[in-house]
């Protein structure tokens, strides 16, 4: 995840007072579940080809997310809105364990 991201993570996820190595691990952590919710999401909506095409992609970026990212983002007809509302989904489901 790029570095601006990272921050929304630690600023919306109140981790500013963890030290440097825990606010990484739960960055990743809450990355991940926030990765897997937007893949289910975009997948639902994909038609066919797309799906087809997604598959193939996944096969040939391996653990490379970015790659799977920038493929939905061209692909999948409003994907930051639902990265957005996932995020915002993830934040109301967890508000308490993290804060």
């Known amino acids: ?5 990272n921050k929304k ?3 919306d996820f109140g981790l500013g007072n963890l030290d440097h190595e825990e606010q990484e691990r739960m960055i990743e952590k809450i ?3 926030l990765f ?4 289910e999401r975009a997948i639902d909506i994909m038609d066919e080809e797309i799906t087809n095409d997604f598959d193939k992609a996944v ?3 391996g653990s490379d997310y970015q790659k799977i990212i920038s493929f939905l983002k061209s692909r999948v007809p409003g994907f930051d809105a639902i990265v957005s509302e996932e995020l915002s989904r993830l934040k109301r489901a967890t508000s308490g364990i993290f804060a």
Do not use: C
């Open 1 to 5: 995840m790029n570095e601006e991201f």
């Open 9 to 11: 993570i630690v600023e």
């Open 31 to 33: 990355g991940n579940l």
């Open 36 to 39: 897997e919710s937007v893949v």
């Open 59 to 61: 096969e040939s970026a």
